[in-house]
């Protein structure tokens, strides 16, 4: 394997951003569409993984709140998937987290089975839940007046992006199309890292 995990650089923004969106197209992603790449404030950090060309082929953006140390992008371009990128950027990222003394890497994903089993092979561990549930007016019609409660005079609701409660999960699957189970994994870094290399 010809790729090299070094320190996202802003003239890696174009690239990053295909990467990006291409390995998210084939997931319950698919519609997040980025035209730029967010701001990571440090002590947060991303990482790419660079073919010998320079192209990205994969991404990992770590941010960080306090005590609270997310992935809050990770993704692997599909013509180089399957081939150890997420992994080596895990491993990578993992060590940099190491360093801030913090005990866990939390991460958030929706109910795509690959990013699961992912996320399990790396060592993570699921616990909390909610759903995402999108209200769209070119699947159903009424799926945005049953997402809003009250209309604006003039305004008419076309899509919303909607997070509701687990036990809710039955009513929200028979009242719309697009539901998502949005699951949290977390790894102990210390633990994890020493696993990954």
């Not at 320190?7 to 519609?31: H, I, K, N, Q």
């Not at 941010?63 to 809050?72: A, E, F, R």
């Not at 036990?167 to 719309?176: A, L, S």
Request: proline residues 4%; negative net charge.
């Amino acid at each position: 394997m010809n790729h090299v995990i070094r320190e996202y650089r802003p003239a890696d923004e174009t690239s990053w951003l295909r990467c990006r969106v291409l390995s998210f197209l084939g997931s319950a992603y698919f519609d997040d569409v980025l035209k730029a790449r967010p701001e990571i404030l440090a002590p947060g950090f991303g990482l790419v993984a660079g073919d010998k060309c320079g192209t990205v082929t994969g991404i990992i953006d770590i941010t960080v709140k306090g005590q609270l140390v997310t992935i809050d992008t990770v993704a692997v371009h599909p013509d180089h998937q399957h081939q150890g990128i997420g992994r080596l950027l895990l491993a990578e990222a993992l060590a940099r987290v190491s360093a801030l003394g913090v005990p866990t890497l939390d991460a958030w994903t929706r109910d795509d089975p690959d990013t699961l089993r992912w996320y399990r092979a790396m060592g993570f561990t699921e616990s909390e839940h909610y759903l995402h549930v999108y209200a769209n007016y070119y699947t159903d019609a009424g799926e945005p007046d049953r997402a809003i409660g009250e209309r604006r005079t003039g305004l008419r609701p076309m899509t919303a992006f909607l997070h509701a409660n687990l036990r809710d999960e039955q009513v929200m699957r028979e009242q719309f199309a697009r539901v998502h189970v949005c699951r949290r994994f977390a790894v102990d870094i210390l633990g994890t890292h020493e696993q990954l290399h």
